[in-house]
Each structure stands twice: as C-alpha cells, then as structure tokens.
C-alpha cells in the first residue's frame, strides 16, 4: 500500500544573472536530487529572509551578495516520489531576490557538510540551453516569470 505524506518548505532564493546567464546549484538530495535549482534555502529561526539570502549564497556558492532588491514571493506543489511505497506532497515556498551586485567568484564545486547540506556547486547557465527536465519546480516557476521561455 503506498503511504502518502506531507512535506512544506519555506526558503529564500537569488536570482544571479549575468550576461544572458543565470546562476544555478546542482542539488544533492531531496524532491530536487540531480536537478538545477535556484540558489538558497530554509530560512532560520529568528532569520529574516535578507540574513537567509545571504548566509546561504556564501554557503552554496561562495559569493557576499552586496546589493538585491525583491523580486517574487510564490511556491509551488508536487509529488515526489521518496521511496517506493511512499509519495511525500510537497509544498515549496519561495521569497526570490534579484541579485544586483555581489562579490568574490562563485565556487563551481563545494563541499556536503553541515552549513551546506545540498549543494554540490554552482555555475552561470545559459537559458537557451536549460530545458525543463534539468531544472526544479521553483527554478522553472522563476525563470517564466522573468520572462526567459524554457524549453519542454
């Protein structure tokens, strides 16, 4: 019999583009495992989604984000399949900044330990090479409402 469960997230995300590029994580792990996502993560307790934004773009990419401004607060829901007798709904809640200015160089690989539990580098993608199956749920969600058509 398949168990099925619940799953929220709620995360603070950054939108780093740069000449026609956009700044994304492979995931380690998770409903997103293999898949490109948008940098970020859980905000804290206490943690305002700004401290998140930046605490989690030094731990998963490396950059000090200097200047930002909001962009976009949604989520969106999906199935995942966990284990094969477990389906977990999953609801991802997202606050999306656009990244203006930041400094030091993104770091094409990290290393998985306790401050970063889930990403395994990061690099600039060209959108006109991304297609849908590489990308998670909220990554797609973002990109379409920045305008830049992704391919099925």
């Not at 603070?12 to 409903?31: D, Q, R, S």
């Not at 909001?70 to 999953?90: G, P, R, T, Y």
């Not at 900044?97 to 094409?108: A, I, L, P």
Request: glycine content about 8%; overall charge negative.
């Amino acid at each position: 019999m398949m168990e099925k469960k619940e799953y929220k997230q709620l995360g603070t995300y950054g939108l780093v583009i740069k000449e026609g590029k956009i700044l994304l994580i492979k995931k380690k792990g998770g409903p997103y495992d293999g898949k490109l996502d948008l940098p970020g993560g859980t905000i804290e307790f206490c943690e305002r989604p700004v401290e998140t934004l930046k605490r989690e773009l030094i731990e998963e990419v490396g950059i000090e984000v200097k200047e930002y401004e909001l962009f976009d607060a949604d989520s969106v829901s999906f199935d995942w399949q966990f284990k094969e007798d477990v389906i977990v709904k999953v609801h991802h809640t997202g606050i999306f900044f656009k990244v203006n200015d930041y400094s030091n160089e993104v770091k094409e690989t990290v290393v998985i330990n306790e401050q970063n539990n889930d990403s395994l580098g990061a690099k600039f993608y060209d959108f006109e090479n991304l297609s849908r199956d590489q990308l998670s749920a909220i990554a797609i969600m973002e990109l379409e409402k920045l305008g830049l058509l992704i391919h099925s």
